[in-house]
């Protein structure tokens, strides 16, 4: 995993979306562009969205935009639901990981390692959620 131990955690709705995911970037998502935390004072990315810098401490943090390309750093297909979905950890190519879905992608020939890219997938009632695809 990248310097940036945090993941996404969260639980899971029977739609396969995950609830962390839905809640804490309701507020950083905007015409679909997908935002991270960056600290101005050391330069690191991190993600869960929170005020104070995990790496030193600082407050001086702000909103980036993050590329919405990385890699699959773990996943699971839910094989079990009425439609199978996957839930995977991506981290970001700006080095923190996020829990997500990987959606219109051939669950078996999925690997660790491969290479994602960010869209948006409409939601009930709520902002569109970051979802991957393979690249
Ligand atoms: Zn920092």
Known sequence: MAADSTVFGGGLTPQG????????????LTDGKLLVKRCRDCGEHHHYPRDGCPFCGSLNTE?????????????SVMRRAEVPYVVAYVTLDE????????????ADALCIGQRVAVRFQPS???PPLPVFVPV
């Open 63 to 75: 909103w980036r935009q993050a590329r919405g390309q990385g890699t699959i750093y773990s996943f």
């Open 95 to 106: 080095g923190p990981s996020m829990m997500t879905n990987i959606v219109d992608a051939d």
């Open 124 to 126: 009930e009632g709520g």
């Open 17 to 28: 979306m995950a609830d962390g995911v839905r809640v804490g970037l309701r507020a950083v």
